[in-house]
């Protein structure tokens, strides 16, 4: 138990610190852009086009995030077969908290009253559920549910990632929702995988699963990716947070064996919903307010630099800008396990 919440622990920190690198990398390629004048990094729906993405990912702070990121989702692969899915992807979720505190130095912003009562429920959220969380179970099932994770999977995605470029600027919480239930199908995959443990390559080359993992992580990062880019990255992040969290851990229970210490049940289930609203409201309360003037550098508390990150949707600036149309939100704010989360998670 001890060695599954230090490496759960760990992978938050990477998804975390690949956020805040990620956020920055996003941010100085849509200043780029934007001295370019770029029309070519929307597509006709208003969301970005893949070019202005790939533009996004060759920074150096945003390929050094997908690194951690990658860390991460090793390690929270593994504290997936340590823990109870509601433990281990409420633990990785956290990351929330780290992006927000490595923002106040790394992006500029400070943290309102609201945003650290936040996380200090989130972390005492999560102490209930160490204290409540039992043994994992076993993740034995039936080959043919492997291969329905994978249909789900790449229905998820494929149509998520479709819905979304139709949908544009107006899919940043969707997307962002989207992302977090293919990280969810991820750590799913990641318990009930075989040939992993003992290790037999064949066994897991055959395993359906193994490529709902590389399907619902790769889809997982990209939405997020997306998510960061269209805006409204906080609401985004809040949606990532229930979709990787809340359909795991149900299915965990459900599905798989997971469960609390005997008569422990009510602390799991308080903590767990506890954790979970915590987190969504971090990201929520991290949400600059739409009625501040666009380019005073004072949104919410972030150090906006005139001509950055305050250009509208629409006027072709959307590649890794984060902001909406007259808005003038930042994609500064607390956002998880960024892409990866990253295979976040």
Excluded at 280 to 296: C, D, I, K, Q, Y
């Amino acid at each position: 138990m001890i060695i599954g919440l230090l490496t759960a622990v760990a992978a938050s920190a990477c998804y975390g610190t690949g956020s805040v690198l990620q956020a920055v990398g996003s941010r100085k390629s849509a200043r780029q852009e934007a001295a370019k004048a770029s029309t070519t990094g929307v597509t006709q729906h208003g969301g970005p086009s893949l070019s202005s993405t790939a533009k996004a990912a060759v920074t150096w702070e945003f390929m050094v995030g997908t690194v951690l990121d990658f860390i991460g989702f090793g390690l929270g692969a593994l504290a997936a077969r340590l823990l109870p899915l509601f433990l281990s992807q409420t633990v990785i979720s956290a990351n929330l908290v780290i992006t927000a505190v490595l923002s106040i130095k790394l992006l500029g912003i400070r943290l309102s009253r609201a945003e650290w009562g936040s996380i200090s429920v989130v972390c005492a959220a999560l102490v209930l559920l160490a204290t409540a969380a039992g043994p994992e179970g076993s993740g034995h099932t039936p080959i043919a549910t492997h291969w329905w994770l994978l249909a789900a999977a790449v229905v998820l995605i494929g149509g998520g990632t479709l819905i979304v470029r139709l949908m544009g600027s107006r899919a940043a919480i969707l997307a962002g929702l989207l992302s977090g239930l293919g990280f969810g199908a991820l750590g799913v995959g990641v318990r009930v995988l075989n040939g992993a443990d003992p290790f037999h390559l064949p066994t897991l080359l055959a395993d359906p699963a193994l490529y709902a993992i590389l399907v619902a992580g790769l889809g997982g990062m990209y939405l997020h990716t997306v998510a960061l880019q269209i805006g409204s990255v906080n609401g985004a992040t809040a949606a990532l947070v229930v979709g990787e969290t809340v359909v795991p851990g149900i299915l965990g229970v459900v599905w798989l064996g997971d469960a609390s210490r005997p008569g422990f049940a009510w602390v799991a289930v308080l903590g767990f919903v506890v954790a979970v609203a915590g987190a969504v409201a971090v990201a929520w309360f991290g949400e600059p307010e739409p009625s501040e003037p666009v380019g005073t550098g004072m949104e919410h508390g972030t150090d906006t630099q005139p001509g950055t990150d305050t250009e509208h949707a629409g006027a072709g600036t959307e590649a890794g800008a984060g902001t909406e149309a007259g808005s003038g939100r930042s994609a500064a704010g607390p956002s998880a396990h960024s892409l990866a989360a990253s295979p976040k998670r």
